[in-house]
């Protein structure tokens, strides 16, 4: 077995399955490296955030950053369970595909602008300015803890996939993220930082159990698209949209904090981005999106297409944790005194 690392950087503790597809891979991950046999049970509605098929994914991907607790480093490359993430991303993929017809733009940006614009997306971040409670505001933390605390990692992923400008874009876009040289102020750190704040546990991987599989997708997406060389245009056009709809709704969510009492080290966080990525916004759609759908035409489809995944996956998340809260009940799988 793996040793335990201890520290900050431990990995988490594999999580219980919520069914047939995760509990092949949890049952297969607690043993020593071995064939995994082909053939994988159906699944519910990918699109709307299938617990298990979401859960089973999201552990596979965590393999390639940080693992689990006791799960042998031998797992990350082995062939056949390599196949069963296969499996799982191409049903994910065609269902993505099909609800998204393939579309061009010869203006990358303007495009990607109009796409913002028209999406019909509840807005979390409002509510939480105006009137959410700080239970509330906690349980989209844990949410957002899924990407956050390895917030950029799925990104830079794509960072040897690219070349010239795009390439020069994204890895300023993410020079900013992991703190501009000091570590104490990665963007992943100051999120641990406003979860403290606010009582959580910032531990990677610790609301994992409580996550649903909807929230589960959206990260799932990102790992898709920055794993694929193939997908490099998808990862790109993630990113770029992910960038342009950030600051105001940072400026949201630190405006929410404050509102609720609490101070800069719960609001450090956001306001970080609000300044971050008024910068990035220009940077991520012209300079990357924009520059690599000119200089590699054939992934222009592709951009648009990662773009637009989001958007779909975000309206999803976003209406089901609504939802929740306007009817009185957690987001959660189980509430935050019983995840803690």
Do not use: C
């Amino acid at each position: 077995m793996t040793p335990t690392r201890n520290g900050v950087d431990a990995p988490p503790a594999l999580p219980e399955p919520r069914g047939a597809l995760s509990e092949i891979v949890l049952a297969a991950l607690a043993r020593q490296p071995h064939e995994v046999r082909p053939g994988l049970p159906v699944h519910g509605d990918v699109l709307a955030g299938d617990d298990d098929l979401h859960l089973a994914l999201y552990v596979l991907y965590e393999l390639h950053y940080r693992s689990f607790d006791g799960v042998h480093d031998g797992w990350e490359w082995e062939p056949s369970l390599l196949r069963v993430r296969a499996e799982l991303e191409r049903r994910f993929e065609a269902a993505l595909r099909e609800a998204l017809p393939r579309e061009d733009a010869d203006d990358v940006p303007a495009r990607l602008k109009e796409l913002l614009e028209s999406s019909d997306a509840p807005s979390l971040s409002r509510f939480l300015e105006t009137r959410g409670s700080a239970e509330q505001f906690r349980e989209v933390l844990v949410h957002k803890s899924a990407y956050q605390l390895k917030e950029a990692d799925p990104h830079s992923f794509a960072i040897p996939r690219l070349s010239g400008r795009a390439k020069v874009a994204l890895v300023e876009v993410q020079f900013d993220e992991y703190g501009g040289g000091r570590a104490e102020r990665q963007h992943a750190r100051l999120f641990a930082n406003t979860m403290q704040a606010l009582g959580l546990d910032s531990r990677y991987g610790a609301y994992l159990g409580a996550i649903p599989g909807y929230t589960l997708a959206s990260v799932n997406l990102m790992s898709m698209f920055g794993l694929h060389r193939r997908l490099r245009g998808a990862i790109v056009g993630h990113l770029a949209l992910l960038e342009m709809d950030s600051t105001q709704p940072n400026r949201r969510y630190a405006n929410g904090l404050r509102r609720l009492g609490f101070g800069p080290e719960a609001t450090d966080f956001f306001d970080e981005h609000v300044e971050a990525d008024a910068v990035h916004e220009t940077l991520a759609a012209h300079d990357l999106a924009g520059a690599l759908a000119v200089d590699d035409p054939a992934v222009t489809r592709d951009i648009l297409f990662g773009a637009r995944s989001m958007l779909l996956v975000d309206v999803v998340a976003a209406s089901r944790t609504m939802n929740r809260f306007e009817a009185g009940l957690s987001s959660l799988r189980r509430p935050l005194a019983v995840a803690a």
